[in-house]
């Protein structure tokens, strides 16, 4: 007897799972385990939602007219060069489908985003880590890495999870010394957080270049990360391939109308990164009073190194839990002594740092 076979390389993924949200017996949880914004949704945003729902039996304007006509707009950029998504992990996964497939090689940073081997891998091409260095992704390190085989590199910036950053210099440099048929993909799912003035989203990077592409999402700092929409700005001949590839009603018309609504309501955006500003040092130095090792964060999370290593990163995660709150724990990611944690509200922020304490306390 035969049976359907999968192609090459889907069985070697091991499924992405996301931040979980229930804890057993609990009603109410805190949770910190999937960057989402401690303040939720635009108000707008939802009265756009509401209002859309009314017009569910219509198909959606499958190009996202409107909203890449915003985000250009917004952003300063062509929306001619825009493609919206289902999720930037939409995009991702169609940027690989276009680009890299059997026999070729997918080149992220050690502890980059876990999308970039997964994408690789359901295309049937080699993801390949290289090296970092404390925490952060090296150029040197990804430029040594490259083969002849390298179609792809992916670089989150800032990362997820480790929070750290390249510099716009070091952006540039590594662009510099790619082969010019090497797509870079700049994910820069945090930059709205951003506030440093040698970072660079990657937007000037693609204006300048054919083989650039940065992506964005709408699913952190705007909070709708339920209603799954993305984009990507590249140059024309790059996101003509992916328009063409796409499927032609990628983006619901909720997902459309509440991005326009979130766009426009730059009260809540500049809200979310006060929120941001504020209790991101605050958490990070709290963490590091504990004795825990955190890389620098610019995002709206920090990953948390326990001196005791993966047994101690694990009690704690499991301390936490009993007491209703939810982090990330980073095996997956080749950090089994480390838990991520996002920014919350005052008091989940003040109950993680409390209740962690209490954790070190006792053991
Ligand atoms: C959260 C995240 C994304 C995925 O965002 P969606 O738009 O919700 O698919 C992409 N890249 C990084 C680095 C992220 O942390």
């Known amino acids: ?10 069985m070697s993924i091991t499924p992405y799972k996301g931040g ?4 057993e017996g609990l009603d109410h949880v805190r949770k910190l385990s999937a960057n989402e914004s401690p303040l939720g949704p635009s108000p707008r945003a939802i009265a756009a939602m509401r209002e859309m729902a009314e017009a569910a039996h219509r198909y959606p304007d499958g ?14 950029l ?36 876990l999308m970039y081997p997964i994408a690789a891998m359901a295309h049937g091409a080699t993801p390949v880590p290289a090296p970092e260095t404390d925490y952060c992704a090296d150029v040197d390190a990804l430029l040594a890495a490259v083969t002849p085989r390298t179609r792809i590199l992916f670089l989150a910036n800032p990362n997820n999870p480790t929070g750290t950053y390249l510099a716009r210099d070091e952006v540039a440099r ?42 964005r999402t709408f699913s952190k700092i705007f909070g709708l990360g339920g209603m799954r929409v993305g984009w990507a700005y590249g140059a024309p001949d790059i996101i003509d391939v992916l328009h063409r ?24 955006l500049d809200a979310a990164r006060a929120h941001n500003d504020r209790w991101l040092p605050w958490m990070s130095a709290a963490l590091a009073d504990l004795g825990l090792d955190c890389p620098p964060s610019i ?17 704690a995660d499991a301390f936490l839990r009993s007491k209703g709150i939810i982090v990330r ?17 005052e008091a989940d922020n003040h109950a993680v740092i409390d209740t962690t304490k209490q954790f070190l306390a006792d053991t």
Not at 302 to 310: K, N, Q, Y
Not at 329 to 345: F, K
């Open 1 to 10: 007897m035969t049976t359907p076979t999968p192609q090459p390389g889907l």
């Open 20 to 23: 979980e949200s229930e804890l």
């Open 63 to 76: 190009g996202a007219t409107r909203l890449r006509e915003m985000l250009g707009k917004r952003f300063g």
């Open 78 to 113: 062509p929306a001619s060069q825009l493609i919206c998504g289902n999720g930037s992990d939409e995009l991702l996964g169609l940027i690989t489908s276009c680009y890299a497939g059997e026999g070729d090689e997918v080149l992220y940073s050690r502890h980059g985003f």
């Open 174 to 215: 590594l662009r510099a010394g790619l082969r010019d048929d090497i797509l870079l993909v700049i994910d820069a799912a945090y930059a709205e957080y951003v506030g440093r003035n040698d970072y660079d989203s990657g937007a000037s990077l693609v204006a300048a270049h054919d083989n650039v592409i940065m992506t």
């Open 245 to 268: 590839a796409r499927g032609p009603f990628n983006t619901s018309i909720m997902a459309q109308a509440a991005a326009i609504a979130a766009l426009e309501d730059t009260a809540h």
């Open 299 to 315: 995002g709206n999370f920090v990953l948390a190194r326990f001196p005791g290593g993966p047994d101690q990163a694990n009690a």
């Open 329 to 345: 724990q980073m095996g997956g990611y080749g950090l089994p002594e480390a838990l991520r944690i996002t920014i919350g509200t």
